[in-house]
């Protein structure tokens, strides 16, 4: 499994499975593909909900909550070979807009990490056991998006992964993290299951 950094590219769905073309770029140490939104195409799984679970919450110290969701949907059932886009959060400026939303890549970094801000802390995506923390190297935006159906902001930042193919068998995928700063108060934890089939 590799995790590789997002750049340009944003949803606003869980799970989404992306068909892309890619450009190679070399950094010092080690070599990360890039994406781009222009060349991607990307399907929409619509999943439907599990009819016996239904989300819990916990409290964070900060007085907001913590929203679980393990098993919620039905599995996600994917050919071979299909590498996934994993949104994790996503912010964006329809109102009410928190705070003063960022116009540059360096205040969204900014906005979306720093305690006096947003206070995004401890995101996590585990594969199969295997966890990677998802910093600042993964927090994509601001880009310009179409009116957003939920208030007509056209601006928005994600933080989010690449996952490269999952092996045939089933895999479990899951994401936790919290807002937990001056603007913010609020956690999330998600499992998906992901069967992966012969192409």
């Known amino acids: 499994m590799l995790i590789e950094e997002s750049e340009n590219l944003h949803t606003d769905k869980i799970l989404t499975v992306a068909s892309v073309q890619s ?109 990677t923390a998802v910093g600042p190297e993964f927090l994509a935006g601001p880009v310009t998006t179409q009116p957003l159906p939920d208030g007509g902001g056209t601006h928005a930042i994600y933080l989010a992964v690449f996952l490269t193919p999952l092996s045939v068998g089933d895999h479990t995928v899951n994401f936790s993290g919290q807002l937990e700063g001056v603007l913010a108060c609020f956690g999330e934890d998600f499992t998906y299951k992901v069967k992966v089939v012969p192409y």
């Open 23 to 131: 450009r190679d770029k070399k950094r010092p140490g080690h070599e990360i593909r890039h994406f781009c939104d222009n060349k991607a195409i990307t399907q929409q799984l619509r999943r439907e909900k599990t009819p016996d679970k239904s989300f819990t919450f916990t409290s964070l110290p900060c007085g907001g909550v913590t929203a679980h969701g393990h098993g919620f949907y039905i599995p996600f059932v994917v050919k071979s070979g299909t590498p996934f886009y994993v949104p994790l959060i996503g912010v964006d400026d329809s109102p009410p807009v928190l705070g003063t939303f960022p116009t540059t890549a360096r205040a969204a970094l900014d906005y979306f990490f720093k305690p006096d801000q947003l206070g995004g802390q401890n995101w996590v995506i585990t594969v199969d056991g295997r966890s």
